[in-house]
């Protein structure tokens, strides 16, 4: 019998806090030694000279089979989602189970979770919590955190999914009686309805107009004002794909005096702005998302708090509809205002290229800034660290090697996801995972595909302490008890 399953020589190891060149040796899908020179037998030995070997990526933000609720039908299934991220080095992702209003959580969940069973790589769900009724908050989403799912998503605009801020609060005692983590969707609901209906009624549907629907402000209003609403129940959230300098400005400050608040951004905002919104309504449709790209001040901005640490996670929002189906990004016709074009742009396998050709290549951040904001810090902020998100004694083998001097000009064709078109087509790239290994399989090899669909496993996530509440409330009184503290 051999020693090893699998050893990785030659390469240059990268974790979030240090780097070393060393072999790995992997055993029944989890590291089990690390040195300078590995001896023993292997069954299989990989030549990782003049190679990264970094922990596989984890995408917490992505729509995977998910019901829309801008219009339209998600064009990804389990298996074509899962296997597209592990071509691009993630070996964990955070899909969403979505909850429609007048129904309950429970029944969605378990929906999903059959669906989830054709993943080719390791996964985790968030819940969308679009209805917080009575039985939701006290009967349904109690146990379900309790068995493993750690994280709620609330939405402050969309007409099917958002929340007021008396449901947001809502959401927030369950979560912290029960240690959740909630993500939030923040946008002016009002506002953006408001200038909508103005923008169209003035014959200014085109897609260009989409951000100016929604300018960096109304991010902003809502990012403070859920940001006040999480301090007066001492409730740690992440802010969801940070858009501009004002947001993240705004997160700073809050961080800054305690708050238990963190953020993500996507690729997106990082490499399009409000001008890729211009052309035809076809074209324009192709790069509309919400938030809105914004300026070249504003991805420059981004950078800053990524190096700062304000923002620490790099998800890719993955949200894919087909631009040439009936169902998909123009459900509602071809010649619809931006405001029936379905929201969201494909980007689970150019996740990683794109933030490493712009962030180590062009010098705005090192290896191991892109290793934490691309995996480590997600397993943190989620509740699987350090069984994923390092390469370490005991971690599972998720790793992908990385070939930093490859050059990729990302087209639709090299792509492996089911949406018929990405939004980066035609960028040059440096920096391309040449294999991916998902618990010791290698699922992704210099150009071959072997991700075998139901592969991946479900992740439970016990009680961590990352998201403990600071235990501090903004007067003596503690809603969350009904008592006044220290008396």
């Known amino acids: 019998m051999s020693d090893f399953d699998v050893i990785i020589k030659g390469g240059v190891v990268v974790n979030a806090a240090d780097i070393q060149q060393a072999d790995v040796g992997i055993k029944d899908g989890r590291i089990i030694a690390l040195a300078e020179r590995l001896s023993g037998s ?29 219009g ?110 909630v993500c939030i969707h923040a946008e002016n609901h009002d506002a953006i309805m408001y200038m909508t209906e103005k923008l169209v009624g003035a014959g200014l549907g085109q897609t260009k107009y989409h951000a100016w629907c929604k300018p960096a402000l109304v991010e902003r209003e809502a990012v403070t004002r859920v940001i006040m609403l999480a301090e007066l129940l001492d409730q740690p959230i992440q802010i969801f794909h940070v858009s501009c300098e004002e947001s993240a400005e ?30 035809s309504q076809r074209e324009g449709a192709r790069v509309l998302c919400s938030p809105a790209p914004r300026s070249v001040a504003d991805q420059q901005a981004l950078w800053n708090h990524v190096r700062l640490g304000t923002i620490g996670n790099v998800t890719s929002d993955h949200a894919p509809y087909n631009i040439d189906a009936p169902d ?5 016709g071809d010649n619809v205002p931006f405001s029936q074009i379905a929201n969201g742009v494909p980007g689970l396998e150019t996740r990683m290229p794109i933030v490493f050709s712009e962030g180590v290549v062009q010098g705005r ?14 397993a943190k902020l989620f509740g699987i660290h350090p069984q994923k998100g390092t390469i370490s004694i005991g971690a599972d083998a998720d790793i992908v090697i990385w070939d930093a001097e ?15 078109y990405t939004p980066y087509e035609g960028m040059e790239v440096t920096g391309w995972p040449a294999m991916t290994l998902s618990r010791g399989r290698l699922v992704w090899d210099e150009g071959t595909v072997d991700c075998e669909a139901g592969w991946g496993r479900f992740l439970a996530r016990a009680p961590y302490d990352y998201i403990k509440p600071t235990g501090h409330f903004p007067t003596p009184f503690n809603p969350i008890t009904g008592r006044i503290e220290g008396r």
């Open 72 to 181: 339209g039908q998600n064009a990804e299934s389990w298996e074509s989602g899962t296997r597209s991220a592990a071509c691009g080095g993630t070996t964990t992702v955070i899909a969403f189970s979505s909850q429609e209003k007048g129904e309950g959580v429970r029944s969605q969940v378990e929906a999903y979770a059959e669906k989830a069973k054709k993943a080719c790589i390791d996964y985790a769900f968030h819940i969308i919590v679009s209805d917080p009724t009575d039985a939701v908050v006290n009967d349904e989403l109690p146990p379900l955190i309790d068995s493993g799912l750690r994280s709620i998503k609330l939405f402050m605009t969309y007409p099917k999914n958002r929340v007021d801020d008396r449901e947001i609060l809502r959401v927030f005692e369950v979560a912290r009686r029960h240690q959740a983590l």
């Open 42 to 70: 292997a069954t299989r030995t990989i030549d990782a000279g003049g190679r990264y070997v970094m922990p596989g990526g984890i995408d917490s933000h992505c729509h995977i089979e998910q019901p829309s609720s801008t």
């Open 328 to 332: 998909g990004k123009f459900w509602a």
């Open 250 to 279: 705004e997160i700073r400050r809050a961080q800054a005096r305690g708050v238990k608040v963190f953020a993500e951004t996507c690729p997106q905002y990082f490499v399009l702005t409000a001008d890729d919104l211009e052309g």
């Open 365 to 378: 951040i090192d290896l191991q800034k892109f290793v934490a904001i691309t995996s480590t810090n997600a």
């Open 406 to 420: 490859r050059r990729v000009t990302i087209t639709q064709e090299m792509l492996h996801h089911d949406t018929d």
